[in-house]
């Protein structure tokens, strides 16, 4: 049993027996537990409503009562891990005890040695627990395809060395547009890992309100705020032996931030209105959509944090620059989607696959999910064209067949202004769109940016 695991964790012991219960106090202490003593039902309510425990140990018979009562009266808050004692000969004692909420029980006389490894057992069902909460659907498929085998090949070697390594695992850092397959992969990575038998939590930074975010990652203590009536075990803690998953990390606050960095540096945490330092082993894998060096110079994330993470970094391309690995996607998105919906295989017409390469994807790859399940709903016909999408040109003709241009055009001999020529054609886009700049750049086949800096530069000029 690895001394971390119990390291600042408060124990209620409640047993009669005097030693019994110095042996058993002697042993917890010894492996770093915070350990408070009681002898009998009495001494356990008042310390339980003086204090907070994370474990305790309850023998069923006492002087003064039956130890399960205690768990009949709700004495426990549910981060409290109960532990029941009996004698050889009253396991219906025990077995009424697991009826009511109890995490496991030990069988006396039994040596003070195994009291850790049961601990150690109840603790991770109060992770399974916790973790349950912030549970998602874990499909780790991800297509890689031509365009990232470079980034595979990446991920491959972090694999690798993850499995060399014993003990803690080095973070890492995901950076990528929104829609690129950020959640995806760590989801990947943790299921192809040494940890995959272990939890996997995922947070949404952005989505944690900032008087509640410390909270959640690292546990409150009851009475550490208002409505605090209750301990409460953070993800960090949850994790401990998994993977916390970390989205959108820089919405977090900088004191929280700092908070991370002492958790990831040190792996340890303190809950909040707790002064009990709490040793973990969670592998944090953080994703963010922003280039964290020019958060940095911009002050919005903390340099130190950045560092501390930028070890193993992958970068996900956005889809638009995937080349044709957008059709193969979109051929995996179809026949799951057909398959959800209880469908027959749709096919995609050579129009439709045109538009699919020529369409801009801003919002990645699940744009192109939701694109892909608007067709498979709506469109009647077995073969998907996508009519819906914007795209740059006539893609039933090559370019040079287009209304617009005449094949028997020449250059003039003194040479032609191909800037002069860029301006026509955005200053006709913009006419016949009411000067809407997005639906201009749409009909151009060209980013708004980059419409809105070649108008800049003509204002400048």
């Not at 009562?69 to 004692?85: A, E």
């Not at 940890?195 to 550490?224: D, K, M, W, Y």
């Not at 940095?296 to 560092?307: A, N, T």
Request: hydrophobic share 40%.
């Amino acid at each position: 049993m690895d001394q971390e695991i119990l390291t600042g964790l408060g124990i209620l012991i409640v047993e009669d027996e005097a030693l019994l219960r110095k042996q058993l106090t002697a042993q917890l202490e010894r492996l770093g537990a915070d350990v408070t003593a009681a002898a009998n039902l009495s001494a356990a309510r008042q310390f339980a409503n003086d204090s907070s425990f994370d474990f305790a140990l309850v023998d069923v018979n006492l002087p003064d009562g039956q130890g399960t009562k205690l768990l009949q009266d709700n004495l426990f808050p549910p981060h409290t891990g109960v532990i029941i004692m009996t004698a050889d000969g009253a396991i219906s004692g025990a077995v009424e005890a697991m009826r009511l909420g109890a995490l496991d029980y030990l069988v006396k006389p039994f040596d003070a040695l195994e009291l850790p490894l049961v601990i150690a057992r109840a603790r991770r069902a109060k992770q399974t627990s916790r973790a349950a909460e912030h549970r998602r659907d874990a499909d780790a498929g991800f297509f890689f395809g031509s365009a990232l085998a470079g980034l595979q090949a990446q991920l491959e070697k972090i694999l690798a060395a993850d499995r060399r390594m014993h003990g803690p695992l080095p973070p890492v850092l995901i950076e990528g547009e929104t829609g690129t397959g950020k959640t995806t992969i760590a989801r990947w990575l943790h299921q192809q890992g040494p940890r995959s038998a272990e939890q996997l939590i995922e947070v949404n930074c952005s989505a944690l309100p900032e008087t509640l975010a410390e909270s959640e990652l690292f546990g409150h203590e009851r009475g550490a705020f208002t409505d605090a009536r209750t301990g409460r075990m953070g993800l960090f803690e949850a994790a401990s032996s998994g993977t916390l998953f970390l989205d959108e990390l820089p919405s977090l606050s900088l004191p929280l931030q700092a908070k991370v960095l002492t958790a990831i540096e040190d792996r340890t945490i303190r809950r909040v209105g707790g002064n009990k330092t709490i040793l973990t082993d969670t592998r944090i894998i953080a994703a963010t959509n922003l280039n964290l060096k020019e958060a940095v110079d911009q002050g919005k994330f903390r340099e130190d944090l950045f560092h501390r993470l930028d070890l193993y970094r992958i970068k996900l391309s956005p889809l638009r620059e995937r080349g044709e690995d957008i059709l193969q996607l979109a051929e995996l998105l179809m026949r799951r989607l057909c398959r959800r919906h209880r469908l027959r295989l749709k096919k995609i017409t050579p129009t439709g696959r045109a538009r699919l390469l020529s369409y801009r994807w801003s919002g990645n790859v699940r744009e192109l999910a939701h694109e892909m399940e608007r067709a498979i709903v709506f469109e009647d016909s077995d073969e998907l064209g996508f009519e819906g999408l914007q795209t740059p040109i006539n893609i039933h003709q090559p370019m040079l067949e287009t209304a617009w241009f005449k094949p028997d055009f020449r250059f003039p001999p003194e040479g032609f202004a191909l800037e002069s020529a860029i301006g026509l054609l955005i200053q006709h886009a913009l006419r016949q769109t009411d000067n809407n700049v997005s639906a201009a750049a749409r009909l151009l086949g060209v980013s708004r940016d980059y419409l809105r800096y070649r108008l800049a530069g003509k204002k400048d000029s």
